[in-house]
């Protein structure tokens, strides 16, 4: 019954540290997604992952990497953290294009 | 392209009806509402796929006018529990594949009893 789930749901970087988001499901669907949300912005898709083994740049992909490392599993990588991109990322997923859009909890990220 | 929402925020009273709105200027194959508490994750409200359908429920329904690229969000009746941001999220009509939806900025919902 665990959805979607995000690690870690904290974190404190300094600028120019690396670290991934990792982003599981388990309802075997197709397409993942990140998304960013800062405020008064709304959520912004950094990268989606449209079936397994396949990755697409949304609106925001500069500084960011991702993986599809199987069907389950999105990570999402900063190499070189900067403090814009100090926000609250969410990761989800959806059985099928247009289809409904499960979100994690989200992941709370501070870059100093 | 990033939907236009409109109002940017809303507050109401126990029982008073609330429209919120999203325009797009592309061709649209879906529009997405979904609902957020404060701290929480976006939970689905429902998906308006090119058409023109109205869906909903009893006192949350939505309808997408696929000529002016609008939908229009229509709650009810509005419970203490319908307070939240509320966001649209549209899906290009681009002709197949996964693109992901594109969401608005949001209209802050405030419900006072």
């Known amino acids: 019954n665990a959805g979607v789930t995000q690690t870690p749901k904290f974190q404190v970087l300094k600028t120019g540290q690396s670290m991934t988001l990792q982003c599981a499901q388990d309802?075997?669907?197709?397409?993942m997604y990140w998304y960013r949300q800062d405020p008064g912005m709304g959520l912004r898709l950094i990268y989606y992952s449209a079936s397994e083994g396949t990755t697409d740049k949304g609106e925001v992909p500069n500084g960011y990497n991702v993986s599809r490392l199987n069907k389950r599993e999105f990570s999402l990588r900063l190499e070189s953290a900067a403090p814009s991109q100090t926000s609250v990322y969410f990761c989800a997923s959806s059985r099928y294009r247009a289809g409904e859009l499960f979100f994690g909890e989200g992941s709370r990220l501070t870059v100093l | 392209q990033q939907p236009v929402q409109s109002p940017q925020a809303v507050i109401l009273r126990e029982g008073e009806d609330a429209v919120i709105n999203c325009s797009s200027s592309?061709?649209?194959?879906?529009v997405h509402w979904y609902r957020q508490k404060h701290g929480e994750a976006p939970v689905f409200l429902m998906i308006l796929l090119k058409g023109g359908e109205q869906k909903g429920h009893e006192k949350i329904s939505a309808s997408f006018n696929e000529k002016k690229q609008q939908s229009s969000l229509y709650l009810t009746a509005s419970q203490l529990s319908y307070s939240g941001t509320y966001f649209c999220?549209?899906?290009?009509?681009?002709?197949?594949?996964?693109?992901?939806?594109?969401f608005g900025k949001g209209t802050h919902l405030i419900i006072q009893p």
């Open positions: 999220g549209t899906e290009m009509d681009s002709g197949g594949g996964a693109d992901g939806l594109t």
């Open positions: 592309k061709a649209l194959y879906s």
């Open positions: 309802m075997n669907h197709n397409s």
